[in-house]
Each structure stands twice: as C-alpha cells, then as structure tokens.
C-alpha cells in the first residue's frame, strides 16, 4: 500500500518509485471544484491503482477500483530511466474542509506495492459570499438611515 508522502512532493518524489499530485496541488479550492489526482509509478510490475478519496472526517467519500495505468513514453529520471507508467482519477470536491486522496499500486494477482503512510490533502473553501440576512440587514440599515433624514428634514422645516 502506498499513501503518498506528502502534499508538496508531488510527481517531483517519483524517485521513490511511487508518486502523486493533483490539479490542485497545495491550492485552496472552491466547492463543487472537479479535482483529478494524477498517480505515476516507474515499477513496471503495477497494473493498476485505486484512488480513495477521503471526506475532511478522513472517511472514504468515493473509491476509484482498479484504474488501469498507461504510458505517455516519458521516462524517470532521464530519458535513459525507467517508463513512467500514469493513472488518473476525478472527484468533485461537496463540503468544506481538509480532503485527502490515497493511491494503492497494484501489481499482478491485486497485491498492492510499495510504501508509506501520508495521504496528499486538498483544502475545499466556499466563495466569500453576503448572506441573504445581511443583505437584508444592509438594505434595512439604508430605508432606515434615509426615513430618519426625511423625518428630520421634516420636522426641521415645521420649526422654520
């Protein structure tokens, strides 16, 4: 099993064996947001990997089985290394909080490789937005403010 080391190692920690990053990589992110979490490998025995992506209350919200990995021909550490084998999964990101995303390498008969114990976390904010009661407490503070100057100028007439 492996979790990946940490959030600012991205595919940069690959010399590991064992990497991964997101779209978002060390950047708030907005609700409803899609994420894609990028794991990358240069163990030529992994076949596939399952992503888990985990609520702020570090329980499972989704489980991506068995993602199978490709190749884009790149190699690691130099074009003499060995190929980076990729796998990719998605998730939209619904309360706010500290996410987390796990990737598990697995080789041939499903038994997982590699090590570590951390998982890459994404932080999910809500847009600053005025809510509807201080919109309303703005606007009754203005009709307020205005019916006071009317009354005013009003009785300050009256006196003249």
Not at 8 to 37: E, F, I, R
Not at 51 to 78: I, L, M, Q
């Amino acid at each position: 099993m492996l979790l990946v080391s940490n959030v600012n190692a991205g595919l940069s920690a690959l010399n590991s064996g064992y990497a991964m990053t997101t779209d978002y990589h060390g950047v708030d992110v907005l609700l409803g947001t899609l994420v894609t979490a990028t794991a990358a490998t240069t163990d030529s025995r992994i076949l596939n990997i399952t992503f888990v992506w985990k609520f702020p209350n570090e329980t499972a919200a989704f489980e991506d089985v068995d993602v199978a990995v490709w190749s884009n021909g790149t190699r690691f550490p130099d074009e003499n290394g060995s190929l980076v084998l990729y796998a990719q999964s998605s998730f939209q990101l619904t309360v706010e909080g500290e996410w987390g995303v796990q990737a598990f390498f697995k080789g041939p008969g499903g038994h997982l490789r590699g090590n570590g114990t951390h998982i890459i976390a994404i932080r999910a904010t809500s847009p600053d937005v005025m809510s509807e009661i201080s919109i309303v407490g703005t606007g009754g503070t203005i009709v307020a403010m205005s019916l006071i100057l009317i009354i005013f100028r009003n009785k300050r007439k009256r006196q003249d």
